[in-house]
Nanobody, 125 residues
Framework: QVQLVESGGGLVQAGGSLRLSCAAS????????MGWFRQAPGKEREFVTAISWSDGSTYSVDSVKGRFTISRDNAKNTVYLQMNSLKPEDTAVYYC??????????????????WGQGTQVTVSS
C-alpha cells in the first residue's frame, strides 16, 4: 500500500523559506514521477512542480521558477520542496503526489495515482 506523508509546513513571513518533505513508502518508486500540488481556499488544486525519480529531471510552473526547488533522496525515499522568497499568494495546502507512469510533464490532477494528506503553508504579509 502506497503511503505519502508530508511534513514541514507552517507559518512564515513573506520573503521567508520553508522546506516540505514527502516520505514515500509501500513500493519501489524508481520509475515514478513525484509531484507537488497546492490548493488555496476557494480555488482548485494546482500543479506546482514534479521530479522524475529515475534521473532527477524536473518540471515547474512559471510562478515558482527561481523560488521553489524540488529534489529527492533515493536512500530515504523522500522528496523535498524547498520554497524560498515566499509570497502571500503561495499560501495553500501543499500535497505530495505520485505518478505511477512516470510522466514528468503530465501535470493534471488525473495524472497522479497516489496522494498525501497535505500540509498547510501560510505566508503572512
Amino acid at each position: 500500500q502506497v503511503q505519502l506523508v508530508e511534513s514541514g509546513g507552517g507559518l512564515v513571513q513573506a520573503g521567508g523559506s520553508l522546506r516540505l518533505s514527502c516520505a514515500a513508502s509501500g513500493r519501489t518508486f524508481s520509475n515514478y514521477a513525484m509531484g507537488w500540488f497546492r490548493q488555496a481556499p476557494g480555488k482548485e488544486r494546482e500543479f506546482v512542480t514534479a521530479i522524475s525519480w529515475s534521473d532527477g529531471s524536473t518540471y515547474s510552473v512559471d510562478s515558482v521558477k527561481g523560488r521553489f526547488t524540488i529534489s529527492r533522496d533515493n536512500a530515504k525515499n523522500t522528496v523535498y520542496l524547498q520554497m524560498n522568497s515566499l509570497k502571500p499568494e503561495d499560501t495553500a495546502v501543499y500535497y505530495c503526489a505520485a505518478n505511477q507512469a512516470g510522466r514528468l510533464y503530465c501535470s493534471g490532477y488525473g495524472c497522479y495515482n497516489y496522494w498525501g494528506q497535505g500540509t498547510q503553508v501560510t505566508v503572512s504579509s
